[in-house]
C-alpha cells in the first residue's frame, strides 16, 4: 500500500493567490481528516468527511479555505486568496472510521505564503 | 476526551530502554490511550493504544497502571531514528473525528 499521498510536498506562493492541497487517502478508508501544523498552535484538526461528508468544518479558519471530497479517492483543500498567516505544513489523514480508527498520516505539504 | 500530561522533553543514550510517561488521571472507562509520534518533517504515525491491559508491537510497549490514570511507552532499544516528539492521547476508542495533539515528548537518543 502507497499510503497516503498528498500533492504538492511544497508550495511557495504569493499572497492574494489560490493554493490547492491534494490527497489522496488509503484505498478502502472511510475517513479522511485535513489537519494544519504551525510551531505557534502545534497540530489541528481543520475538517474531516466521512464516507466522502464533511462531519466536522469546525476547525476551517475562515470564509477562504474550503474542502472538497468529490469521490472516496481524492480530496481537496484550497485556499482563496492566501496570507502570509496561512504558511504551514498541512497533513491529510485516512481512517477506516471503525474499530481502533487509527489515523495514517501523509507526508504533508510545507505551505509558504510570501 | 480526557487531557493527558507528557514531560517537555527526554534524552535517551542509543541502545538502551526509553520509558516515556504520561498521566491522565480523567480518563474515563471507555477511553483507549493511544501513542503517535512525529520525526521531523514527516506526518505523525501510529505506534500502539491500549485500554487497561498492558500492549507490545513490534515498534513499542505500553504499560498501564492499574487505576489508569497513567501509562508509559517503551521503547526497548532506542536507536538513533527513535528521536521524534511522542504525543499521547486518549480518547473513545472507534469514536470519529480527529485526534487532539498536545504538546508531546521531544525525546532525543543522543550515541
Known amino acids: 500500500d502507497a499510503g497516503v499521498i498528498q500533492s504538492p510536498r511544497h508550495e511557495v506562493t504569493e499572497m492574494g493567490q489560490e493554493v490547492t492541497l491534494r490527497c489522496k487517502p488509503i484505498?478502502?478508508?472511510?475517513?479522511l481528516f485535513w489537519y494544519r501544523q504551525t510551531m505557534m498552535r502545534g497540530l489541528e484538526l481543520l475538517i474531516y468527511?466521512?464516507?466522502?461528508?464533511?462531519?466536522?468544518d469546525s476547525g476551517m479558519p475562515e470564509d477562504r479555505f474550503s474542502a472538497k471530497m468529490p469521490n472516496a479517492s481524492f480530496s481537496t483543500l484550497k485556499i482563496q486568496p492566501s496570507e502570509p498567516r496561512d504558511s504551514a505544513v498541512y497533513f491529510c489523514?485516512?481512517?477506516?472510521?471503525?474499530?481502533?480508527?487509527?489515523?495514517?498520516f501523509g507526508p504533508g505539504t510545507r505551505l509558504t505564503v510570501l | 476526551d480526557a487531557k493527558t500530561t507528557q514531560p517537555p522533553s527526554m534524552d535517551c543514550a542509543e541502545g538502551r530502554a526509553a520509558n516515556l510517561p504520561c498521566n491522565h488521571s480523567t480518563i474515563s472507562g471507555n477511553e483507549y490511550v493511544y501513542w503517535y509520534r512525529q520525526i521531523h518533517s514527516q506526518g505523525p504515525q501510529y505506534i500502539i493504544h491500549?485500554?487497561?491491559n498492558n500492549e507490545t508491537n513490534e515498534m513499542a510497549s505500553l504499560i498501564i497502571t492499574e487505576d489508569r490514570k497513567s501509562s508509559t511507552l517503551i521503547l526497548p532499544h532506542a536507536t538513533l531514528r527513535d528521536t521524534a516528539v511522542y504525543y499521547c492521547i486518549v480518547r473513545v476508542r472507534g469514536s470519529q473525528g480527529n485526534l487532539i495533539f498536545g504538546k508531546g515528548t521531544k525525546l532525543s537518543v543522543k550515541p
Open positions: 468527511f466521512n464516507n466522502n461528508v464533511p462531519i466536522d
Open positions: 489523514a485516512s481512517s477506516l472510521g471503525t474499530g481502533p480508527d487509527t489515523q495514517y
Open positions: 491500549g485500554l487497561k
Open positions: 484505498s478502502g478508508h472511510n475517513s
